[in-house]
Each structure stands twice: as C-alpha cells, then as structure tokens.
C-alpha cells in the first residue's frame, strides 16, 4: 500500500502522522463495517508508536487516534487484543502486525480459542 493511495492529501496526512513514519499500512477495501479503511502503526520521532485509523464514509473521510492500553502478561495483553477487535474495529492481519504474533494466533484469541 502506497501512502499517496490514501485519501489525503500531503498536509491531511502531514497532519495525522506528525512527524513520524508509516511502519505499516493495511488498506481494507471493505471492512467489518462495510467502509474502506486504512490501518496505519505510525512510528513517531521520540520512538513511540501509535495507531491512526483512516475511514472512508463516502461524503467523508475521518481519521482517528487508536490508544493502546498498557499491559504486562498474555491474558492482560489477550484483553486489549479483544478490545480492539471487538471496539475498534482493528483487522486480524493489523492486530498481528501490532503485537508481532501471527494472523491464526490472533484468530484463536478473538474466538475464544487460546488459553
């Protein structure tokens, strides 16, 4: 996925990253929700990341900030995963990316299948 194939322009975009760098970036034709969304782990000049996630209603585009919750065992990391399946809408190859697990472990996760 090329940045220029998102729907912003270089000041729209400038804007949503800062001064960070796109690590990486999933484009979801059609989502759980039915829209074209972009998935974007942006990492920032202080090395820190965050998740920004770009929507695409058709009469609109609209970005937002996605926060991590902080966690420190695999259950309390499981949780987060779950919560940003379920809440925010976050895909399983992105959330694999995320949390550098594989795409089949998040799957077991979100369907109640790991331990």
């Given at each position: 996925?090329?940045m ?29 929700s039915?829209m074209q969304?972009?998935e ?31 966690f420190?065992?695999?259950?309390e ?10 809440e ?5 190859v ?13 799957s077991?996760i ?5 331990k």
């Amino acid at each position: 996925m090329l940045m220029e194939d998102l729907p912003l322009d270089n000041a729209a975009l400038k804007e949503t990253i800062g001064n960070g760098k796109v690590e990486f970036c999933l484009h979801n034709p059609r989502s759980k929700s039915g829209m074209q969304t972009w998935e974007l782990k942006v990492l920032n000049s202080d090395g820190t990341r965050k998740i920004v996630i770009v929507r695409d209603y058709g009469f609109e585009v609209k970005r937002e900030q996605v926060k991590i919750k902080p966690f420190k065992t695999r259950e309390e990391r499981n949780k987060e995963i779950l919560r940003l399946y379920h809440e925010e809408g976050l895909s399983q190859v992105f959330l694999g990316n995320l949390f550098n697990i594989s795409q089949p472990s998040i799957s077991l996760i979100v369907n109640g299948k790991s331990k």
